[in-house]
């Protein structure tokens, strides 16, 4: 079973910037993809960005392509979310994901691709 847990989350004016952390625990790290959704109020749950347990290929929505950036760092047995250039349709709860860990050549776009979920840390970013 892996814990998910995520941090960094906050209150910041359009334009700022924010960095996510998601640390994991109870399994192999290095072999799960990992991802990152994110929920507005009101909103159906979407596809942020995602990275292989490798680190060689990185996968990201069309609305935050050029402004985030995931990363990981499997030492650590944590994932990352630098997020630039934010916008108020940024807010949401952002959610961290890791799949079955099987060091798949691919990190899904999809929720059904992710078994396991964090609890989530609020972005809000006022205009």
């Known amino acids: 079973q892996v814990q998910l847990v995520e941090s960094g989350g906050g209150l910041v004016q359009a334009g700022d910037s924010l960095r996510l952390s998601c640390a994991a625990s109870?399994?192999?790290?290095?072999?799960?993809?990992m991802g990152w959704f994110r929920q507005a109020p009101g909103k159906e749950r979407e596809f942020v960005a995602a990275i292989t347990w490798s680190g060689t290929h990185t996968y990201y929505a069309d609305s935050v392509k050029g402004r985030f950036t995931i990363s990981r760092d499997n030492a650590k047995n944590t994932v990352f979310l630098q997020m630039n250039s934010l916008k108020p349709e940024d807010t949401a709860v952002y959610l961290c994901v890791a799949d079955r860990g099987r060091y798949s050549w691919y990190a899904g776009t999809q929720e059904s691709d992710y078994v396991y979920w964090g609890q989530g840390s609020q972005v809000t970013v006022s205009s």
């Open positions: 109870g399994g192999t790290f290095s072999a799960y993809a």
